[in-house]
């Protein structure tokens, strides 16, 4: 599958009657809001883990040096915390293009605080996109972001950013502080 997916992602129609739908995100998505937004809620979805798997050429590198930005990994039992929009589908002419580079937007059960479940949407990198980098040993991984950028900022950045804003949400997600951990310890070299 090629990594640019504007055009199945538009193609996903599903929600488009709707006045609204729930986009779930879990990674840039929780910190860096950049469309309207109706509602915001922390939550989450079962059976994914983030992992720093994908490449990024457009955003966090570029075509000959990318970043590594995080995708979800299929875990069973595994829950990922996350912050949950309430958009119009309008939005999503944007969106798709914002996550273009390899991410499928596809629906998924999302789950609020207090139990209330909602079928909704997220953006997931998988396996057969062509900037999928796949697994790495959390130093690897580090290293590669230490040295990333592109168009939208630093590769390291975008783990810090991450990191707060996790830790805001109270959510505990082991291998992004192991790669916060390598990257502070590094420095900026
Ligand atoms: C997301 O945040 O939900 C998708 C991945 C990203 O844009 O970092």
């Known amino acids: 599958m090629s990594a640019n997916t504007i055009d199945i992602n538009q193609r996903m129609n599903r929600f488009d009657r709707h006045h609204s739908v729930w986009l779930f995100g879990y ?8 469309f309207p937004f109706i509602q915001r809620r922390p939550a989450r979805i079962h059976h994914w883990v ?7 050429h457009d ?5 000959e040096a990318p970043g590594r930005v995080l995708t979800l990994a299929s875990q069973p039992g595994a829950v990922c915390e996350g912050m949950a929009y309430l958009i119009t589908p309008q939005e999503f002419e944007h969106l798709d293009r914002r996550e273009k580079n ?4 596809l629906a998924t059960a999302i789950e609020f605080a207090d139990g209330e479940q909602v079928e909704g949407l997220f953006y997931v990198a998988r396996e057969d996109n ?4 796949g697994p790495a040993t959390e130093t690897e991984i580090a290293a590669q972001i230490a040295a990333a950028q592109g168009p939208s900022g630093s590769n390291r950045d975008y783990v810090l950013h991450l990191a707060t804003a996790l830790r805001q949400l109270g959510e505990d997600d ?13 420095g900026t070299d």
């Open 27 to 34: 990674g840039s998505l929780i910190y860096k809001a950049d």
């Open 50 to 56: 983030r992992r720093f798997w994908q490449g990024s």
């Open 59 to 63: 955003h966090r590198g570029t075509p």
């Open 102 to 105: 390899g991410y499928l937007r």
């Open 130 to 133: 062509s900037a999928y980098l």
């Open 174 to 186: 082991a291998h992004v502080f192991a790669i916060e951990r390598y990257l502070n310890n590094r």
